[in-house]
């Protein structure tokens, strides 16, 4: 978990906003499940890292209907193995913080429970086929993958660079949005319906696809002039795609240069996110436990 702040991304601490047990077991398994700087939350983290991806790649493999029929009972028993460990590790969060309703509604909360929640709602709900098709509650087992931003910090960083660079992504995706609206427009004007391009939305359509270099083919100009524009179209469509990439490797550049954050945490004021080489709190002056550099 990685929970830096940075002038663009305020980020209250775990600490205080789930309220940190001060003693006894429960400061012991909010130090596992929650503090990753820690040997024993390293080999916590490491673990379900292990089993979410395990989990994933057993659902999909699940829905494949020869191998479905074939292992159908080993694929139902590892759902159940893994759906139990994940109910386990929910309740733990839950139990070890002073407010664990704060922690069910937070981002992570949801996507726990959303993680256990389609297998026991598969069977203890009589009739739930009526309703919902059961392939979809198999799907939504695939959200366990998002766990794996809670325990990978390179999520956290995607996170904030796309977070810094949210304004001038926007910025272009309008300026796409309006290239693409003018080009369909003029493209309808000068293919027309004779040639498939019925209406602006279709042609727009075109334009996206063609903008995009992606050129399914279902829809192509026939006209010498439709032609020319469909290359500007294309060889615009190679520089377009270049922008948003430079601005958010721009952006993991800047993270870069920013310090390492960590989720270290004072015991005396339960400030969070102290720099790997402090000794002691940036707010109360208390010292830190040393920092493991061997991760």
């Known amino acids: 978990m990685d929970h830096s702040t940075t002038p663009f991304t305020p980020v209250v601490p775990d600490a205080r906003r789930l309220g940190r047990p001060l003693s006894g077991w429960k400061l012991k398994l909010y130090t596992v499940v929650f503090e990753a700087d820690t040997p024993a939350g390293r080999a916590f983290d490491l673990v379900l890292i292990g089993l979410i991806v395990a989990s994933v790649v057993v659902v999909m493999l699940d829905s494949v209907e020869s191998l479905h029929a074939r292992w159908k009972p080993v694929f139902d028993a590892l759902e159940w193995a893994f759906t139990l460990l994940f109910t386990l590790e929910y309740f733990a969060r839950l139990s070890c913080v002073q407010r664990p309703l704060r922690y069910a509604r937070s981002f992570f909360g949801v996507i726990d429970l959303l993680a256990i929640l389609p297998t026991y709602l598969s069977v203890l709900v009589p009739g739930l086929h009526a309703l919902i098709d059961v392939r979809v ?5 695939l959200f366990r993958i998002l766990k794996l931003g809670e325990y990978v910090a390179e999520y956290g960083a995607l996170g904030r660079a796309l977070m810094a660079s949210r304004r001038k992504i926007l910025v272009f995706l309008s300026f796409v949005l309006m290239v693409v609206v003018v080009m369909g427009t003029l493209m309808y004007v000068v293919e027309g319906a004779a040639n498939g391009f019925t209406n602006i939305p279709v042609s727009v359509y075109w334009a996206v696809t063609t903008m995009t270099t992606v050129g399914f083919g279902d829809l192509t100009p026939k006209t010498d002039l439709g032609r020319l524009i469909a290359s500007v179209m294309m060889l615009l469509g190679w520089g377009t795609l270049a922008v948003p990439t430079g601005i958010v490797s721009a952006e ?34 208390a010292p830190l436990t040393p920092y ?3 991760r």
């Open 137 to 141: 509650l198999r799907l939504l087992r």
């Open 252 to 285: 993991f550049t800047a993270q870069r240069t920013r310090h390492r954050p960590t989720t270290r945490t004072c015991p005396s004021c339960l400030s969070e996110g102290h720099e790997p080489d402090a000794h002691f709190c940036r707010d109360c002056g």
């Open 292 to 294: 493991r550099h061997d």
